[in-house]
């Protein structure tokens, strides 16, 4: 039915803008989009123009003139979806967009469901499914490092490794198989050690692959950061001084911050997501223990924890602080920045102190002396966080995996190659080891699109905007 109909949607947002661009794509594309479009070149039809090509004219509704526009078209194979292509950009008032619009679907086209131009193109073989979904996340990115691993998935970068690895596999696989249909004669045709070798290559790829979810995930999402601490620490002036705006609602009131705020920040290209949150400490006050509770539930999502004190404090006043809450759970084997604030009031040399004389504070986590009303140590304090994530990314050239999907089937790939290669290790039969290595043929095929259901495909179309 794809193939027969033709598409028709705005490729540009609503509202009013210097131009807006409307996508017809299928087989009558270019016939449907000549019946209303008059070329200003006389005796030059639309349909006789060769293709990649752009010609100037009017939309008309019969003698009613609706625009002056550009009509680009493009003939199969040699287009984004595959298909003959017309793209009409017309002037962005939200009356002559909706008028162009209706025109063409007046005249045979059907309105495009989200994404379903992408995926034209992914069943025509213009792109593969990995290839497809980063076209989603350039469209949706808002940083540049997401950016630039959305562009580097675009162009393959992701698909060519999963296909590597798939098709080695599949050589052996093949042999395996053939071993079955000669169970009886008790002959081998894959070499177990080469087999050994690449399941343990696969294993150390698919390893590497999962492990940059973590880094990847927060590029899609941003990075969250949540400031936390007992009340009065200066939590929200710290978010304002951020964010260079009046954000939070500061005041000398100890629980102002009743419900979490949060915003994105971003640092050399990584996109920050700080979070402030109630104050931490005993109370009985119903809408501030449920303040805290919330705060208790952010920093278990937390990737960084701002641990906030005050330089009037003592050392071993701040010391026994952060003790007591590495004992809770929400704050065990969490990455942490202790912020001294108001070194403005403090008369303690915290800065040159260091992390000696907090015994509490973890390997990894960092010690900043700011003050956030000052804005002073607010460099550091960012110098200190990129640094952080840097320390996840992987290494120049890897592929990261920033997709939720991917991770699951990568995940359940690996499994099952850790099982194929304990049933080598174990001599297990040879009909046994072929369902693992197949599990693990799927669940790649799933990723790059080669084994698919109009189920997944419809799960994975439906986040993308509508002309896309």
């Not at 794809?2 to 807006?20: K, M």
Request: aromatic share 4%; hydrophobic share 40%.
């Amino acid at each position: 039915m794809e193939s027969e109909t033709t598409i028709v949607a705005p490729a540009t947002p609503p509202g009013h803008s210097a131009v807006a661009l409307i996508r017809l794509s299928g087989p009558e594309a270019v016939e449907i989009c000549s019946k209303v479009f008059a070329p200003a070149a006389k005796g030059k039809k639309l349909l006789h123009q060769k293709p990649n090509t752009v010609h100037f004219g009017r939309v008309c509704d019969g003698e009613d003139i609706i625009d002056e526009v550009l009509v680009t078209i493009f003939r199969s194979p040699h287009s984004y979806t595959g298909e003959d292509v017309a793209e009409v950009s017309c002037h962005g008032s939200p009356y002559v967009r909706q008028r162009v619009l209706q025109l063409f679907i007046d005249r045979g086209a059907v309105m495009a469901r989200p994404g379903e131009f992408t995926k034209r193109a992914f069943l025509n073989g213009k792109m593969d499914l990995m290839q497809a979904e980063a076209v989603a996340d350039l469209i949706q990115s808002s940083s540049g490092a997401f950016h630039d691993v959305a562009i580097n998935h675009m162009r393959g970068g992701f698909s060519a490794g999963i296909k590597e690895l798939r098709s080695k596999l599949l050589e052996f696989s093949s042999l395996i198989e053939l071993e079955l249909d000669f169970s009886e004669e008790d002959v081998e045709f894959a070499d177990r050690r080469k087999l050994m070798s690449l399941l343990t290559e696969i294993s150390e790829r698919l390893e590497s692959l999962t492990g940059s979810f973590s880094f990847g995930n927060a590029l899609r999402n941003g990075l969250p950061v949540v400031i936390a601490g007992k009340p009065n620490t200066g939590k929200s002036t710290l978010l304002n001084a951020l964010l260079e705006e009046e954000k939070a609602l500061v005041s000398e009131i100890p629980g102002t911050t009743r419900d979490s705020i949060e915003d994105i920040i971003h640092l050399e290209g990584i996109a920050f997501r700080f979070i402030d949150t109630a104050g931490i400490r005993e109370t009985t006050e119903k809408i501030e223990v449920m303040g805290i509770k919330r705060t208790m539930e952010k920093i278990r999502t937390a990737s960084v924890i701002l641990l906030m004190v005050e330089a009037t404090d003592t050392h071993e006043h701040i010391d026994h602080l952060v003790r007591g809450l590495r004992e809770k759970p929400e704050f065990r084997n969490r990455r942490m920045i202790l912020l001294i604030n108001k070194s403005d009031l403090g008369t303690a040399d915290y800065a040159s102190a260091g992390k000696k004389n907090f015994p509490s504070l973890g390997e990894k986590d960092q010690l900043a002396v700011i003050s956030a009303k000052k804005g002073s140590g607010l460099d550091r304090l960012k110098e200190l966080l990129v640094e952080m994530v840097q320390k996840d990314r992987p290494g120049e050239g890897d592929v990261v995996v920033t997709n939720a999907r991917h991770y699951e089937a990568l995940k359940k790939a690996h499994e099952s190659v850790i099982r194929a290669g304990e049933g080598l290790e174990n001599g297990l039969p040879a009909d046994l080891v072929a369902m693992d290595i197949r599990d693990v043929l799927h669940h790649l095929g799933e990723i790059s699109g080669d084994i698919t259901t109009e189920e997944i495909l419809g799960n994975i179309f439906k986040n993308f905007c509508i002309g896309k």
